[in-house]
């Protein structure tokens, strides 16, 4: 059975910085991609990013809200992903989500772990 | 990046109603799109994947369509189960982006 276990969530001040973890069992992650997926409470879903596999160089992407600030890694022999939060905003203010696809061009979703609250707050 | 525009925001519907959802993407994903469902304080769940490939133990009510730019996802007989918050995602580039949403009441 597939399970992905958020944690590291919590209340962090304005600019401040917090780590996520992502672990993972029941599936090949050596050979996953690893993506994080974040809600503001009642808000729709934004992709926050991804770290592929070893076999494609670790390779990250992430969208323009979250670039330079965010860094996704991942540490095979742990089976665990990780989302390194700097510079945060209340906007950053969500539910984080940890999700799997497969290295290939296929990043659907159909894992999910159960989410994890990040506040933003002073 | 690629903007996936959903509509309605909300739709208002009875059991045994037939429900379509669109969603358009702001230029061509082939038929890179996936469609999810999510009820309140759960993850998503994904029902569809490359526009029409209905995902293993999703009820065949459920049915999706669509290439380039335009896309539906359509409910056939809607259950109570169903009302839930419905999203489309493009996984056309590496930068992958949600629709805003779509949220099935009941009439």
């Known amino acids: 059975e597939v399970q992905l276990v958020e944690s590291g969530g919590g209340l962090v001040q304005p600019g401040g910085s917090l780590k996520l973890s992502c672990a993972a069992s029941?599936?090949?992650?050596?050979?996953?991609?690893m993506h994080w997926v974040r809600q503001a409470s009642g808000k729709g879903l934004e992709w926050v990013g991804r770290?592929?596999?070893?076999?494609?160089?670790?390779?990250?992407t992430y969208p323009a809200s979250v670039k330079g600030r965010f860094t996704i890694s991942r540490d095979d022999s742990k089976n665990t992903a990780y989302l390194q939060m700097n510079g945060l905003k209340t906007a950053d203010t969500a539910v984080y989500y940890c999700?799997?696809?497969?290295?290939?061009?296929?990043?659907?979703?159909?894992?999910w772990g159960q989410g994890i609250l990040v506040t933003v707050s002073s | 990046d690629i903007q996936m525009t959903q509509s309605p925001s909300t739709l208002s519907a009875s059991i045994g109603d037939r429900v379509t959802i669109t969603c358009r993407a702001s230029?061509?994903?082939?038929?890179?799109l996936a469609w999810y469902q999510q009820k309140p304080g759960k993850a998503p769940k994904l029902l569809i994947y490359?526009?029409?490939s209905l995902q293993s133990g999703v009820p065949s009510r459920f049915s999706g369509s669509g290439s380039g730019t335009e896309f539906t996802l359509t409910i056939n007989s809607l259950q109570p189960d169903d009302f839930a918050t419905y999203y489309c995602?493009?996984?056309?580039?590496?930068?992958?982006?949600f629709g805003g949403g779509t949220k099935v009441e009941i009439k």
């Open positions: 029941g599936f090949t992650f050596s050979g996953s991609a």
């Open positions: 995602q493009q996984y056309n580039t590496y930068s992958l982006t």
């Open positions: 999700t799997i696809s497969d290295d290939g061009g296929n990043s659907i979703f159909d894992y």
């Open positions: 770290v592929r596999s070893k076999a494609n160089s670790y390779a990250t």
């Open positions: 230029q061509s994903i082939s038929r890179w």
């Open positions: 490359t526009a029409s």
